[in-house]
Structures are given as structure tokens and as C-alpha cells.
């Protein structure tokens, strides 16, 4: 296990519901709600195949880059971004394994069991508390009965609740495999993860992808609430995450308190790019169908900007294409090389600015004169150890 150090956590060993919500929601929204951006051109863009969803890991990935306006418009748009990569010859390893994913689907499955018999125990709801499970509906269904079900002050523990947020000026639907419940009147999301929980310390990595994720769901309902003409302050800051403890399979809750990743996200996704520009800006005809050639889908991706960075290997399935294009620039190594060199873009002006081979423009003086030094420092520490 990497580093395992997780200050945010916090044990709780019971969660009194004494009563459900204790608000009025109005309900009666269309569904779904208008979208910027007309399906046609959507569809164009992604070709023949069905668009993939949205969720909030996408949605924590999305914000997690702000910058890169190709992966703003690919998941618009709803491109299979693994397919594509494979299509290219550029295929990476992504998401979870085999083995993690069924773990986690037989450990969520144990915890829902008997109307949620287990969950209600770790989170100390007794069986007088309501259980809707909603998966059973159409997508269509399963929005109007989320709005619905949350006026119901009787039914605290919702099954996969489906929700909207506006991403980049496009409504994206999330789908939790979480159950929100009223606690003390709010409304508190719980996220069901399979990493597991040892001696009250979890791996610091996994715990903060699932507080950003959690933080999606938060700001999905608060933005629901607020829709509805309510208080979006209903819904509570602080999200349970339920794993299994040491290596067992019994469950564990903790509390995670998501304000800084709340407002981190609102922060991102106010900066993205608007969506619908960047795809106005691009040329009549240009498509992501996976039916084209490795060429041509090449020739349409070069028509979108990317950002990468090396934190796109853990957040974007199109990494490995976007790293090998982004070779040879100083981009490539990172946000902080990026941010020290500001203005040198490729290795090679690096070097020769470094030996003095070129001369630096203006706004490259400063990093030259570091560069020039760097390289100094280096030729001496090496001459000093031979
Ligand atoms: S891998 Fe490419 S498309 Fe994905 S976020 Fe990074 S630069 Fe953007």
C-alpha cells in the first residue's frame, strides 16, 4: 500500500436518523432539461456509437484539467475516449481491475442486501426508516422520481438517485451508486468504496478521489434544491464513505467533511471552457467516429487543444496518445516545469538556452539566466564526483 496517511478521516460509529426530511420540494421538472449544444452536432462529433455517460469520477477528472479543451469537447460530445485511444495504437490500462471491480460490486451488493440491512446497521438507521431503490426505472423515470422522492419526508435511504449538473454549459447526468438519506433534517450523500479501511487509516490517494466525487453528488443536489426554490444548504457538507475494514469484508463508516473539494469544483468548472464555442470553432465535418481511420481521427483531434500533463496517466484514457504527442515539450513534464519555464516550450530550446547555443527572447531572459546556472551547478557537481 502507498501512503496511507489520511487526516480527513473521522470515525463515527452511529448515525441517529430521528426523522426524515423536513422540507417541502415542489416537484414537476421536465426531463431532461434543455441542452446548449443541438444533439445533431453531438452526435456528428461522436459518430455512430452510443455516447458514454458522464459520472462523477469523469466529472472529478474533468475539473481535475480545466484546461484541456480536448477532453472538455470528447466528453461532450460522449466519445468512447478508451476506444479511441485504442483506434490510435495508443491503448492504456485504465480504471479499475477485474478483481477490484467485482470486489467492490459484491461488497456494495452485501452492504444493499435486504432493503439495505448491513447499511442500516453501519449507519445506525433502524428499519422504521424508508428504502427506495430506484435503478428499476427508465433514465426519464428515475430523474422525476429522484425530485420526487426527496419531497417525501418518509423515505430516507435513496438507491441510485439520478441527478444533473451543468457542466461547461452541458447538462450531464450523474448516476451515484450511493444512497442519500435524511439525517437531522439534511440531506447526506453516502459513497460506497472497496478500498478498504486498516487500522483507521486508508490510502490518502483513493480517499481524496472519492471526497471529490462525493463533493459532485453534494453539488448536484444543492443545485437541485436550489432549482426547486430551496435551500441548497439542506444538503449536508459532510459525506459518509463506507469501506470495508482491515481485510475483511465488514463495513466501516467514516466522515469526510468535502467543503474544500466543494469549492475547488465550483472553482474548476466555473474556468472550463464553454463547451459550445469550442465546438462552434470547429471546421464543418470534423468527427471522432471510431469508424475512421487512425489518420483522419488524428487529423480531427490536432482541431482541439490539449493540455497534457502527467497527471493525465491517472485521469484520462486518453493519456498515453496525449503524452506521446506532447513529447519533446516542456509541457510534458508537468504543471511545475511548465510554470518555471513559462514561455520555452520545447526541451530542445531548453537545452540550447541552457548552453547558450541561443538567444533568449524577453520574457525568456529570467528562466535562461536559471537555466544557464542550472546547468553550471550540474557540470561542476559531475566534474567534482569523476
Ligand atoms: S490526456 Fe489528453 S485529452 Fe486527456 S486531459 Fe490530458 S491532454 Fe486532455
Known amino acids: ?15 441517529p436518523l430521528e426523522r426524515g426530511l423536513d422540507f417541502p420540494l415542489e416537484c414537476g421538472l421536465d426531463f431532461p432539461w434543455s441542452a446548449a449544444l443541438t444533439n445533431d452536432r453531438l452526435d456528428q462529433l461522436r459518430g455512430a456509437a452510443k455516447a458514454k ?54 461488497f456494495e451488493a452485501m452492504l444493499k442486501a435486504d432493503d439495505c440491512a448491513l447499511l442500516r446497521s453501519v449507519l445506525g438507521a433502524d428499519d422504521a426508516v424508508g428504502y427506495q431503490d430506484l435503478n428499476a426505472d427508465s ?6 422520481r429522484t425530485v420526487r422522492v426527496l419531497t417525501d419526508a418518509q423515505a430516507a435511504l435513496i ?53 471529490v ?20 444548504a439542506l444538503v449536508s457538507h459532510e459525506v459518509v464513505l463506507v469501506c470495508p475494514e482491515n481485510f475483511s ?32 470553432a470547429l471546421p464543418e465535418g470534423v468527427s471522432f467516429d471510431l469508424a475512421l481511420d487512425p489518420e483522419q481521427l488524428i487529423t ?18 486518453l493519456s ?19 510554470e518555471a519555464l513559462g514561455g520555452i516550450e520545447t526541451v530542445t530550446e531548453v537545452l540550447d538556452l541552457a548552453a547558450g547555443r541561443r538567444e533568449p527572447s524577453e520574457e525568456q531572459t529570467e528562466a535562461a539566466a536559471l537555466l544557464r546556472a542550472a546547468l553550471r551547478l550540474r557540470t561542476e557537481a559531475l566534474a567534482a564526483t569523476s
Request: aromatic share 4%; proline share 4%; charged share 25%.
Open 159 to 211: 438507491d441510485h438517485p439520478l441527478l444533473t449538473l451543468d457542466v461547461a454549459g452541458q447538462t450531464v447526468y450523474l448516476e451515484p451508486d450511493l444512497v442519500a438519506y435524511a439525517h437531522h433534517g439534511r440531506l447526506q450523500v453516502v459513497e460506497i468504496k472497496s478500498f478498504a479501511i486498516v487500522d483507521d487509516q486508508a490510502e490518502s490517494a483513493k480517499v481524496s478521489a472519492a471526497a
Open 320 to 338: 498515453v496518445y496525449c503524452r506521446h504527442e506532447a513529447t519533446g515539450g516542456t509541457a510534458a513534464l508537468g504543471r511545475t516545469v511548465r
Open 139 to 144: 433514465l426519464g423515470d428515475r430523474h422525476a
Open 53 to 106: 455517460r458522464h459520472n462523477a469520477r469523469t466529472i472529478a477528472a474533468l475539473t481535475g484539467n480545466p484546461g484541456c479543451s480536448r477532453r472538455a469537447v470528447l466528453d461532450a460530445a460522449g466519445v468512447d475516449k478508451l476506444g479511441l485511444a485504442d483506434r490510435l495504437g495508443f491503448p492504456g490500462s485504465f480504471g479499475q481491475s477485474r478483481f477490484a471491480l467485482s470486489r467492490g460490486n459484491a
Open 300 to 317: 480531427a483531434l490536432r482541431h482541439i487543444e490539449p493540455r497534457y500533463a502527467p497527471e493525465c496517466l491517472s485521469a484520462c484514457e
Open 1 to 15: 500500500m502507498g501512503k496511507r496517511l489520511c487526516e480527513d478521516l473521522q470515525l463515527v460509529p452511529s448515525f
Open 249 to 280: 469484508l465488514n463495513p466501516k463508516a467514516v466522515v469526510l467533511d468535502v467543503r474544500k473539494q466543494l469549492s475547488t469544483l465550483r472553482r474548476q468548472l466555473s474556468r472550463l471552457s464553454s463547451v459550445t464555442a469550442l465546438i462552434e
Open 213 to 232: 466525487q462525493a463533493a459532485v453528488y453534494v453539488l448536484a443536489l444543492r443545485e437541485l434544491l436550489e432549482r426547486l426554490g430551496q435551500d441548497p
